[in-house]
């Protein structure tokens, strides 16, 4: 596999997951001319250029053709099937440690294993900033899985790091939007709740970059450069929609993902350049193709 100044030149990737964030990192590799190969539950691959393995990442004997393959690096992009407690050990610990097995008894190995992980594991409320060396004290049962499959990660036989994703938005994923347009959005009473989040282009975008660093971190978060509270974000939406603000509620609404400020200084540092640094460029575009 070389790596050039921007990313990979050439070279057999396994992407695990091809779902809103692996399919669109697939057509970004398969563009650079890499050799990409999608695993996944689906009977079809996502897009005729990639080959595919249909395979379940919680099934180990439906990943034995992996170790027949020999892949230069490996995409974790999965997600769980159900976001109960269940659903998220089957992927991220069982399913993370079948794929590690079955990728260290191919030949070659891979020599990078890219993992998504999220800023779930992350139990800040009150709006601190944090970095990939902030305490992780995840309140939730995601986040301590995600923890989990992070010490799986550590223990692999290759270079491995983890991508800590804040909340994901993009083409098809207008919830938010939806809200503001119809009138059942409203502001939260009471401080600040800060969120983060990061468009789906650059989720991909990232990826694709860190693949082809050359000593890459362990860890690194995966938010934009903007981490807003909700109220700023619901009142541009309002603006650019033009329709009324939505009026304070009477409660806050519950801090399922906490309220804290995710730096995303080291993959910055890393050389990858966002294209939408802030929420305002992505539901800015967003709402002008609505």
């Given at each position: 596999?070389?790596?050039?100044?921007?990313?990979?030149?050439?070279?057999?990737?396994?992407?695990?997951?091809?779902?809103?964030?692996?399919?669109?990192?697939?057509?970004?590799?398969?563009?650079?001319?890499?050799?990409?190969?999608?695993?996944?539950?689906?009977?079809?691959?996502?897009?005729?250029?990639?080959?595919?393995?249909?395979?379940?990442?919680?099934?180990?004997?439906?990943?034995?053709?992996?170790?027949?393959?020999?892949?230069?690096?490996?995409?974790?992009?999965?997600?769980?099937?159900?976001?109960?407690?269940?659903?998220?050990?089957?992927?991220?610990?069982?399913?993370?440690?079948?794929?590690?097995?079955?990728?260290?008894?191919?030949?070659?190995?891979?020599?990078?294993?890219?993992?998504?992980?999220s800023t779930a594991v992350y139990g800040q409320t009150d709006g601190e900033w944090v970095d990939?060396?902030?305490?992780?004290?995840?309140?939730?049962?995601?986040?301590?899985?995600?923890?989990?499959?992070?010490?799986?990660?550590?223990?692999?036989?290759?270079?491995?790091?983890?991508?800590?994703?804040?909340?994901?938005?993009?083409?098809?994923?207008?919830?938010?939007?939806?809200?503001?347009?119809?009138?059942?959005?409203?502001?939260?009473?009471?401080?600040?709740?800060?969120?983060?989040?990061?468009?789906?282009?650059?989720?991909?975008?990232?990826?694709?970059?860190?693949?082809?660093?050359?000593?890459?971190?362990?860890?690194?978060?995966?938010?934009?450069?903007?981490?807003?509270?909700?109220?700023?974000?619901?009142?541009?939406?309002?603006?650019?929609?033009?329709?009324?603000?939505?009026?304070?509620?009477?409660?806050?609404?519950?801090?399922?993902?906490?309220?804290?400020?995710?730096?995303?200084?080291?993959?910055?540092?890393?050389?990858?350049?966002?294209?939408?640094?802030?929420?305002?460029?992505?539901?800015?575009?967003?709402?002008?193709?609505?």
């Amino acid at each position: 596999m070389e790596i050039g100044a921007t990313g990979l030149d050439e070279g057999r990737i396994l992407i695990a997951g091809c779902g809103y964030v692996g399919a669109e990192l697939a057509r970004r590799l398969v563009g650079d001319g890499v050799e990409v190969t999608g695993l996944g539950r689906r009977a079809e691959a996502p897009l005729e250029a990639i080959d595919w393995i249909r395979g379940d990442l919680a099934d180990r004997d439906s990943l034995t053709e992996l170790a027949t393959r020999g892949f230069d690096a490996a995409v974790f992009a999965a997600s769980p099937s159900s976001p109960d407690e269940t659903g998220y050990r089957r992927i991220f610990t069982e399913g993370l440690g079948n794929l590690i097995d079955a990728l260290a008894a191919a030949s070659p190995a891979p020599k990078r294993l890219l993992f998504t992980a999220s800023t779930a594991v992350y139990g800040q409320t009150d709006g601190e900033w944090v970095d990939e060396d902030s305490p992780t004290k995840p309140p939730r049962y995601n986040g301590r899985i995600l923890l989990q499959a992070e010490r799986l990660l550590e223990a692999a036989p290759f270079t491995t790091s983890s991508l800590r994703l804040g909340g994901i938005y993009g083409p098809g994923r207008t919830r938010l939007i939806d809200q503001v347009r119809r009138g059942d959005a409203s502001l939260d009473p009471g401080p600040p709740q800060f969120t983060n989040r990061i468009h789906r282009d650059d989720a991909a975008g990232a990826l694709r970059h860190l693949l082809g660093v050359e000593s890459p971190a362990s860890v690194y978060l995966g938010v934009d450069s903007d981490p807003a509270a909700r109220n700023e974000v619901t009142r541009f939406l309002a603006e650019r929609l033009g329709v009324p603000c939505p009026a304070v509620a009477d409660a806050p609404a519950p801090r399922r993902a906490g309220s804290k400020r995710c730096r995303n200084t080291r993959l910055l540092r890393s050389g990858y350049h966002f294209a939408y640094p802030s929420f305002r460029e992505g539901y800015g575009e967003m709402i002008e193709r609505l």
